[in-house]
């Protein structure tokens, strides 16, 4: 690939999880199907720099003074998740050990303003990681590295090369929430990846709940449930979270929208408080490596796909208890349940309501 046209000072980042990888390359555009390995070869103009998915395998500079990069990742990789960032950036290279003892470059690329806000907020990003593998198990992609590209659009999951654009502005609860979402989809959309669209909420539900984790670790339980507050306003629950047939992403996007974020996030909270905090923390883990002898691969092996089943069955396994009722009435239907108060004599009474045909017998 050639490229040749006009960036301005932020480059050209390009994404696409929406319209699928089919924009630029042909492929399959449905999340069940994964390229095994991919090759991007890009020449550019001086000083530009291209960034992307796994290793860099060369970048050879040319008499006209053009340079052709070269990147390959062996991982197997969604077609949403190939992306590349071209820009004047500049490369702020790094190393971080791994839960396992794996050293792996941890680079950033950023644009020349941004060196010094960009070098200050690695120590931060190295935390969040490791966050994640205290709770999931080690990053998946280790045998390549962790990148951070500069983007002025806000943040994608590309795999291994996140595209960054908060600005450095942090969040509410003294962390940057966008590198830290970002970052957990490494786990939940690449390592463990979603087989149609209507298990979208696996990948923001359980993202967005990591988060919440995450405020509650750095600030304590006040953080935390001020987090759930704030999310909580902006679940609509008009249409169930996971539709009863294959859905594509337009679908996901003009029905459940957000619910998908704040919704899938809230189920989590809910089963915590059904379950325990020690068991929700088991049942993450072990959805990210259900056989700890994955944890020790280098080369993908752990990659799969999952829908809303094999969630619930981890959670059946984890916690030993049948919680379809729990499912049922949060994730199959679009109605949260009701809680019904009344006088009887000198007795209050408190009741349940949920969807018809729908039970909740652990909950009143």
Same mark, same amino acid.
């Given at each position: 690939?050639?490229?040749?046209?006009?960036?301005?000072?932020?480059?050209?980042? $390009?994404?696409? $999880? &929406?319209?699928?990888?089919? =924009?630029?390359?042909?492929?399959?555009?449905?999340?069940?199907?994964?390229?095994?390995?991919?090759?991007?070869?890009?020449?550019?103009?001086?000083? =530009?720099?291209?960034?992307?998915?796994?290793?860099?395998?060369?970048?050879?500079?040319?008499?006209?003074?053009?340079?052709? %990069?070269?990147?390959?990742?062996?991982?197997?990789?969604?077609?949403?998740?190939?992306? =590349?960032?071209?820009?004047?950036?500049?490369?702020?290279?790094?190393?971080?050990?791994? /839960?396992?003892?794996?050293?792996?470059?941890? *680079?950033?690329?950023?644009?020349?303003?941004?060196? +010094?806000?960009?070098?200050?907020?690695?120590?931060?990003?190295?935390? *969040?990681?490791? %966050?994640?593998?205290? /709770?999931?198990?080690?990053?998946?992609?280790?045998?390549?590295?962790?990148?951070?590209?500069?983007?002025?659009?806000?943040?994608?999951? *590309?795999?291994?090369?996140?595209?960054?654009?908060?600005?450095?502005?942090?969040?509410?609860?003294?962390?940057?929430?966008?590198?830290?979402?970002?970052? &957990?989809?490494?786990?939940?959309?690449?390592?463990?990846?979603?087989?149609?669209?209507?298990?979208?909420?696996? *990948?923001? &539900?359980?993202?967005?709940?990591? +988060?919440?984790?995450?405020?509650?670790?750095?600030?304590?339980?006040?953080?935390?449930?001020?987090?759930?507050?704030?999310?909580?306003?902006?679940?609509?629950?008009?249409?169930?979270?996971?539709?009863?047939?294959?859905?594509?992403?337009?679908?996901?996007?003009?029905?459940?929208?957000?619910?998908?974020?704040?919704?899938?996030?809230?189920?989590?909270?809910?089963?915590?408080?059904? /379950? &325990?905090?020690?068991?929700?923390?088991?049942?993450?883990?072990? %959805?990210?490596?259900?056989?700890?002898?994955?944890?020790?691969? =280098?080369?993908? $092996?752990?990659?799969? %796909?999952?829908?809303? $089943?094999?969630?619930?069955?981890?959670?059946?396994?984890?916690?030993?208890?049948?919680?379809?009722?729990?499912?049922?009435?949060?994730?199959?239907?679009?109605?949260?349940?009701?809680? /019904?108060?009344?006088?009887?004599?000198?007795?209050?009474?408190?009741?349940?309501?949920?969807?018809?045909?729908?039970?909740?017998?652990?909950?009143?």
């Amino acid at each position: 690939m050639v490229y040749d046209g006009g960036m301005g000072k932020h480059g050209l980042p $390009q994404t696409m $999880q &929406g319209e699928g990888g089919d =924009l630029w390359f042909p492929c399959k555009d449905h999340p069940s199907d994964k390229a095994e390995r991919v090759d991007l070869k890009i020449s550019v103009p001086e000083p =530009l720099v291209v960034a992307a998915n796994g290793k860099l395998i060369s970048s050879s500079k040319h008499s006209d003074g053009w340079t052709t %990069f070269h990147w390959r990742t062996s991982y197997p990789i969604s077609n949403y998740n190939i992306a =590349l960032s071209i820009g004047p950036y500049e490369w702020i290279e790094s190393k971080y050990t791994c /839960i396992d003892g794996t050293v792996m470059p941890f *680079h950033f690329w950023t644009l020349p303003e941004s060196r +010094q806000k960009a070098e200050e907020a690695l120590p931060e990003f190295k935390r *969040h990681m490791a %966050f994640y593998e205290r /709770i999931l198990g080690p990053y998946p992609f280790r045998n390549e590295k962790y990148g951070v590209v500069e983007t002025p659009h806000l943040g994608m999951e *590309h795999q291994s090369i996140i595209a960054y654009g908060n600005k450095f502005r942090g969040g509410p609860h003294g962390y940057d929430w966008l590198h830290h979402h970002e970052l &957990g989809h490494e786990w939940w959309g690449n390592l463990v990846t979603a087989n149609d669209w209507r298990h979208f909420w696996l *990948h923001e &539900g359980l993202c967005t709940y990591m +988060q919440i984790l995450y405020a509650e670790e750095r600030q304590g339980m006040m953080a935390y449930h001020h987090a759930m507050y704030v999310d909580r306003k902006r679940i609509k629950s008009e249409h169930t979270l996971v539709p009863a047939e294959p859905a594509s992403i337009d679908l996901m996007d003009d029905q459940v929208g957000e619910d998908v974020y704040f919704k899938g996030s809230w189920i989590l909270h809910t089963l915590r408080y059904l /379950i &325990g905090k020690k068991d929700i923390e088991r049942v993450l883990h072990r %959805f990210a490596y259900p056989d700890s002898d994955l944890e020790s691969t =280098l080369e993908g $092996q752990a990659i799969r %796909f999952a829908g809303t $089943q094999d969630f619930i069955d981890t959670v059946h396994q984890v916690t030993g208890r049948n919680l379809d009722w729990f499912f049922d009435v949060y994730l199959y239907n679009a109605p949260l349940p009701r809680l /019904i108060e009344r006088l009887q004599g000198a007795q209050w009474i408190l009741e349940w309501e949920v969807p018809e045909g729908c039970s909740f017998p652990h909950a009143s």
